[in-house]
Antibody
Framework: EVQLVESGGGLAQPGGSLRLSCAAY????????VSWVRQAPGKGLEWVST????????YYADSVRGRFTISRDNSKNTLYLQVNSLRAEDTAAYFC?????????????WGQGTMVTVSS | EMMMTQSPATLSVSPGERATLSCRAS??????LAWYQQKPGQAPRLLVY???TRATGIPARFSGSGSGTEFTLTISSLQSEDFAVYYC?????????FGQGTRLEIK
């Protein structure tokens, strides 16, 4: 079955860090760009970051640039997001998503999401 | 940053009726426009891409149209499972941007 499974979310203090993971199953992970998209509670969708199929190109939203780092390990079929210097406004469900066309969409496969809560 | 504006914010429609959702881009996105459906507690699901191409497994009652800056998602005969929040997304320019969503509710 084609799926993405996120993990690594949880409660973090302001200024803290977490490492989110996204494991891919059922498709050739190394052949596709993948992204992180987040959704604050009760709010809409916000693109966070994208990494190319080989990992050499990375892109970030202005709101996270310099604090978040996207990476991937194609030998493990896994995507990562290192989130540092967390702020209250980073509280959200974080989804990983596979791009089916260009680097940036459309996103045809999504994970179920992992929740990040930033609070003291 | 490209702004995507969806209207209306909430749409109340009876089952069996047609629903028309709109999405406007602040500048042209060509046909690089996707629509997603999201139900509570679930991830978004891709419905339409390239403005008018249905994704795999999406019923024919969903149709997308438009190009440039004006786009429409039409659901021809609403089923109970269609009541959800719908988002448009442009992938023509970085940063990728989503509309704020249209909540489709049962009338």
């Amino acid at each position: 079955e084609v799926q993405l499974v996120e993990s690594g979310g949880g409660l973090a203090q302001p200024g803290g860090s977490l490492r989110l993971s996204c494991a891919a199953y059922g498709f050739i992970f190394s052949g596709h760009a993948v992204s992180w998209v987040r959704q604050a509670p009760g709010k809409g969708l916000e693109w966070v970051s994208t990494i190319s199929a080989g990992g050499s190109n990375t892109y970030y939203a202005d709101s996270v640039r310099g604090r978040f780092t996207i990476s991937r390990d194609n030998s493990k079929n896994t995507l990562y997001l290192q989130v540092n210097s967390l702020r209250a406004e980073d509280t959200a469900a974080y989804f990983c998503a596979k791009a089916s066309g260009t680097y940036f969409g459309p996103f045809d496969i999504w994970g179920q999401g992992t929740m990040v809560t930033v609070s003291s | 940053e490209m702004m995507m504006t969806q209207s209306p914010a909430t749409l109340s429609v009876s089952p069996g009726e047609r629903a028309t959702l709109s999405c406007r881009a602040s500048q042209s996105v060509n046909s690089n426009l996707a629509w997603y459906q999201q139900k509570p507690g679930q991830a978004p699901r891709l419905l339409v891409y390239g403005a008018s191409t249905r994704a795999t497994g999406i019923p024919a009652r969903f149709s997308g149209s438009g190009s440039g800056t004006e786009f429409t998602l039409t659901i021809s005969s609403l089923q109970s499972e269609d009541f959800a929040v719908y988002y448009c997304q442009q992938y023509n320019n970085r940063p990728i941007t989503f509309g704020q969503g249209t909540r489709l509710e049962i009338k």
